[in-house]
T-cell receptor, first 114, second 116 residues
């Protein structure tokens, strides 16, 4: 049973650049959430996708955008990167139907902005 | 807005001993879920245990159990017979389901070190 996968594992960008992170949910899951985890902190909710729509959004600027594809995989895009965007980006998936909201996390993408 | 507080930034315990990690939360909701997640140094978050607020019985998973005090808004995790592999960051999380969506709110974590 394939778990949540994310790519790439690590990424280095410079200020002002754009980045795209990818996530494939656990087999059978239809909902993907993205989190930003700064060093030494807990994950902060960015947004959630279900049925290819953004269902809920946390307190993040419009520079953060996403997409969900028909196969339930998802992308997180960040434009105009800032130094403060350096963090571990976690993807989590679940099965929303049937109230199975327990999330399973991927290994994350470590983004460093120089 | 809901908040989750973990007041112990770091803890240590001897191998085979028992340790309790604290978590408090603030909400006006009556229907919600609480979770403990473990994040080892390899960084993948792993679900440890889940508690539904409507259940009075405390959840248990092998060596892991919770003390859920709904009125006090407290949700502590007890790890019995601690093992070296329990060394990790532990995050408490609150989730309120809504129609067609939900959101997890995490605490700042407790770093647990199990000593040989």
């Amino acid at each position: 049973d394939a778990g949540v996968t994310q790519s790439p594992t690590h990424l280095i960008k410079t200020r002002g650049q754009q980045v795209t992170l990818r996530c494939s949910p656990k087999s059978g899951h239809d909902t993907v959430s993205w989190y930003q985890q700064a060093l030494g902190q807990g994950p902060q909710f960015i947004f959630q996708y279900y049925e290819e729509e953004e269902r809920q959004r946390g307190n993040f600027p419009d520079r953060f955008s996403g997409h969900q594809f028909p196969n339930y995989s998802s992308e997180l895009n960040v434009n105009a990167l800032l130094l403060g965007d350096s963090a571990l980006y976690l993807c989590a998936s679940s099965l929303l139907a049937g109230s199975q909201e327990t999330q399973y996390f991927g290994p994350g993408t470590r983004l460093l902005v120089l | 807005a809901q908040t989750v507080t973990q007041s112990q930034p770091e803890m240590s315990v001897q191998e085979a001993e028992t340790v309790t990690l604290s978590c408090t939360y603030d909400t006006s909701e009556s229907n919600y879920y609480l979770f403990w997640y473990k994040q080892p140094p390899s960084r993948q978050m792993i679900l440890v245990i889940r508690q539904e607020a409507y259940k009075q019985q405390n959840a248990t998973e092998n060596r892991f159990s919770v003390n859920f005090q709904k009125a006090a808004k407290s949700f502590s995790l007890k790890i019995s017979d601690s093992q070296l592999g329990d060394t990790a960051m532990y995050f408490c999380a609150f989730m309120k389901p809504q129609p067609g969506t939900y959101k997890y709110i995490f605490g700042t974590g407790t770093r647990l070190k199990v000593l040989a």
